[in-house]
């Protein structure tokens, strides 16, 4: 609800900011809200503000050093190719942002086109497999949420859930970046025995931290 009023409240006074900057000689228009501005251009002020410190193809938080690629969404891409060996036929990408896994219905409450579905309007046991990239970790009450997307699966069918490592510190809650978006820090043996609770064989994993320093798990729903 904060999130929300604090989105509306930012959005309301959007068409002020051109006059504001000018009265301090700023330029009206920042790079990043420019049309069609890339991604890394959205993140580059917050990550300054938030004692993150630029360095050549990346940043330093925490001295570890990462790359400019973790930093600009579309962390899915870097699994979709192990990711579709098991995800086949009818399924869901929940998170799907702007980067949906290929042949999925997108799913998403923030941006891209999945605002246009919902989860609710998916019927029980009606999906060949659910897929997830860095989603799960921007939600408080994820067992329950956990829950709602198993109940989606048929028996048979496939659960791939890809998220951020616990020891990459950029996506800590502590991070003052991450600290209104990211609830909990996933762990890959917690979410393992998640997965085991709600009735999947583990089929596949790599706990990681790959490349995106991240890790994945899937699971095969059984009776």
């Not at 503000?49 to 938080?61: A, C, F, I, K, S």
Request: aromatic share 12%.
């Amino acid at each position: 609800m904060i999130q929300r009023i604090k989105k509306f409240i930012l959005g309301a006074l959007k068409p002020l900011r051109p006059f504001g900057r000018r009265l301090f000689g700023a330029p009206e228009i920042l790079l990043e809200e420019m049309p069609n501005a890339p991604e890394l251009f959205k993140h580059y002020r917050p990550l300054l503000q938030t004692g993150h410190v630029r360095v050549p193809g990346g940043w330093l938080y925490g001295n570890e050093f990462y790359p400019d690629y973790i930093t600009v969404g579309g962390n899915s891409l870097a699994i979709q190719r192990t990711a579709l060996k098991y995800c086949r036929g009818r399924g869901l990408d929940i998170g799907a942002n702007y980067w949906p896994l290929k042949g999925s219905t997108p799913i998403d409450n923030d941006r891209g086109l999945g605002l246009a579905n919902t989860i609710e309007d998916i019927p029980p046991a009606s999906q060949d497999y659910v897929f997830s990239s860095h989603c799960l970790e921007h939600i408080e009450n994820w067992e329950d949420v956990l829950d709602v997307w198993a109940s989606k699966i048929k028996v048979g069918g496939h659960f791939f859930l890809y998220l951020p490592h616990p020891l990459c510190k950029l996506w800590h809650k502590s991070n003052p970046l991450m600290s209104d978006t990211h609830k909990w820090v996933p762990e890959p043996s917690v979410v393992i025995k998640a997965l085991r609770r709600r009735r999947f064989t583990i089929v596949d994993k790599d706990e990681g931290p790959d490349s995106f320093f991240s890790f994945f798990v899937c699971g095969r729903k059984r009776r």
